[in-house]
């Protein structure tokens, strides 16, 4: 995105109201053995929405908080609904009862899982990527944000990042995310939902009570 693009000011609003989100929560994490718990964000939607130009925002705000991109946990392109019980595994609970977060992050060049990480310890972990926020995931945030747009808007966005080698799998990974989302209703139990379509009028950010 340039300093121009007309969508901007959609983001500001949208990371401006999570971290609100998110200190609240940390403000009313009870404390244990003096320190509070992290806080999870997760920021969810479909590909090409905008979810890492708001996740790194988000985490700038947040005292540089870690993230953790659920590009790293499908374990292929086959693989969106398998990633939800390894995220909750091996990021999740562990972060929320504070033991220190370890995943294996799938290459996708070899096709398999290659090395483990760890993730550093915050206050705050922030969690991108489509289906983050989605079935056994939703209990372990305290914020949860839907990020969508235009189907066609978010493809040519996906392609101009991603290259022309995420064509063949566009249509084959938008039919997991709409079965994914769904049934799960994952836009209606976020937080906050923001819309990043460049049309100014469907340009907007919405908080649930």
């Given amino acids: 995105m340039t300093v121009d693009d007309p969508i901007l000011p959609a983001f500001a609003e949208g990371t401006a109201r999570t971290v609100a989100l998110a200190h609240a929560a940390l403000r009313r994490r009870p404390r244990r053995h003096g320190k509070r718990g992290t806080i999870l964000v997760g920021i969810d939607g479909p590909s090409g929405s905008g979810k890492s130009t708001l996740a790194d925002q988000v985490a700038a705000a947040l005292d540089a908080a870690p993230i953790v991109r659920m590009d790293d946990l499908y374990p292929g392109w086959d693989g969106l609904a398998a990633s939800v019980p390894r995220l909750v595994r091996w ?42 926020t989605c079935g056994t995931a939703r209990e372990y945030y305290a914020v949860r944000v839907f990020v969508d747009g235009d189907p066609d808007e978010r493809m040519r966005r996906a392609l101009r990042r991603d290259g022309e080698m995420f064509r063949p799998h566009w249509t084959r990974w938008a039919r997991q995310e709409a079965a994914l989302f769904g049934a799960d209703r994952t836009r209606r139990a976020a937080h906050v939902t923001l819309i990043t379509s460049s049309v100014s009028e469907r340009q907007n950010c919405t908080v649930r009570p």
């Fill in 91 to 132: 990021v999740l609970s562990p972060a929320l009862h504070g033991r220190i977060p370890r995943y294996r992050r799938y290459d996708w060049h070899r096709g398999g899982f290659a090395e483990w990480r760890a993730v550093r310890r915050h206050r705050y972990l922030v969690v991108e990527g489509a289906g983050s």
